[in-house]
């Protein structure tokens, strides 16, 4: 406890010496916190005001409108390639800041307000009078709202509004090229696709019209149920005649009875005709109508009626895959025409910069107090540490 006692004892023994010293140099302390409040003042003083001009816009929004709904549809559908997402997934923010910095757009600016002169820069590198205009210039995005800031500080307050407004006239016509020319690249590729859509429609469509042809189908549902019904109705012709003979030889008459021959004979003929039908016979009705007849219209055989239902749906399903991507193409193309009709307005400006009356710096308080501040810890700082070096010397000269 007593120990404790002494070091707080110490301690503010310590404390106490420390500010006797300070006190001993008080009037160095004053002078030094009083020459730099003189220069702070000088310096603040003689600093030129900056006035800060600022434009408040939205920028352009990422894959929105009827257009990117409608690519995304197209991608969407198989056999599409590199159409569909695209620069959608880019930060449209980032693309602002990156067009402000490109150096074509820099020498625009610095060329329109003749910024080397205005700057006093003699260096002959671009890179010096690039960094003095990149440093007046500040870009910056809100994160909830999304609006975007886009500032310029210069000691000319009209300028730095002109200036301002200038940057974002400018994005705003890069951002409408830019659409412009996607639009039209979106055109293009869209064009050649729908004619290729179209030949290829066509040329399923020639497949589809020759398969018929050649298997001599128009309707393969109402052809096959034609030949199934046909053989079932001779087969039971031959199955009644059969019955028929039957009879008669139960009765007592032989194989020469004239009815059992007529018989015979007409079994005969109805298997002729059940062959023919089975091999794809041509079909002759009184109730075919001018088309089927013009066809030439026949019995498709049996074992081929699985195939050819097999291979017409194969091409139908070909058929229909190329018709949807057509009529996805013409309504792609149309929406294509109608953005491009349109006035672009890419950058809504939510309100232009305007000349300002007020200055945005320097802070001269600010830089006053610190830079007093900052003499005074200065000089304290010095004091003690030069008190110290003299206690030490002392020591060593009394040891």
């Not at 301002?164 to 409408?176: C, D, H, P, Q, R």
């Not at 020759?210 to 199934?228: F, G, H, M, P, V």
Request: net charge positive; aromatic share 8%; proline share 3%.
């Amino acid at each position: 406890m007593m120990n404790e006692k002494q070091e707080e004892y110490d301690d503010e023994i310590d404390l106490l010496q420390l500010f006797l010293v300070l006190w001993k140099q008080k009037l160095k302390i004053v002078g030094v916190t009083f020459f730099a409040a003189v220069v702070a003042v000088f310096y603040a003083v003689n600093l030129p005001n900056i006035y800060t001009a600022s434009v408040v816009f939205l920028p352009p929004k990422d894959g929105g409108g009827k257009m990117s709904s409608m690519m995304a549809s197209l991608s969407a559908i198989p056999f599409f390639p590199g159409i569909g997402g695209g620069s959608s997934s880019e930060n449209s923010f980032d693309v602002l800041q990156a067009y402000l910095k490109k150096y074509e757009n820099i020498w625009k600016v610095i060329n329109k307000f003749d910024l080397k002169k205005h700057y006093e820069i003699e260096s002959e590198f671009k890179i010096d009078v690039e960094n003095s205009y990149l440093s007046n210039l500040s870009i910056n995005k809100d994160k909830k709202s999304g609006i975007v800031t886009l500032s310029f500080s210069d000691t000319d307050k009209e300028l730095a509004a002109k200036v301002s407004n200038y940057n974002v006239k400018l994005l705003s016509e890069i951002s409408v090229n830019s659409v412009l020319s996607e639009n039209q690249k979106k055109k293009n590729f869209i064009e050649k696709r729908l004619s290729s859509s179209k030949k290829s429609l066509r040329k399923i469509e020639e497949e589809i019209r020759d398969y018929e042809k050649e298997n001599k189908i128009l309707s393969i549902e109402s052809q096959s149920r034609a030949t199934i019904e046909a053989i079932a109705k001779i087969q039971s012709e031959v199955q009644l005649n059969l019955v028929k003979i039957r009879v008669q030889l139960e009765l007592g008459a032989n194989e020469s009875h004239p009815e059992i021959r007529l018989l015979n004979l007409q079994n005969r003929e109805l298997e002729k005709q059940l062959v023919a039908i089975q091999n794809g016979a041509l079909i002759l009705s009184k109730n075919m109508t001018k088309e089927e007849q013009e066809k030439g219209l026949t019995y498709i055989p049996l074992q081929k009626i699985p195939q050819i239902k097999l291979d017409l749906e194969r091409l139908m399903r070909k058929k229909i895959i190329e018709l949807e991507i057509f009529k996805v193409l013409t309504k792609e193309m149309e929406m294509v025409k109608i953005e491009s009709s349109k006035e672009q307005e890419i950058l809504e400006v939510i309100e232009w910069a305007r000349t300002p009356e007020k200055k945005s710096k320097p802070k001269r308080a600010i830089i006053c107090i610190v830079v007093t501040l900052s003499g005074f810890l200065l000089a304290c700082f010095m004091v003690l540490v030069l008190n110290a070096f003299q206690e030490r010397k002392e020591k060593a000269l009394n040891e």
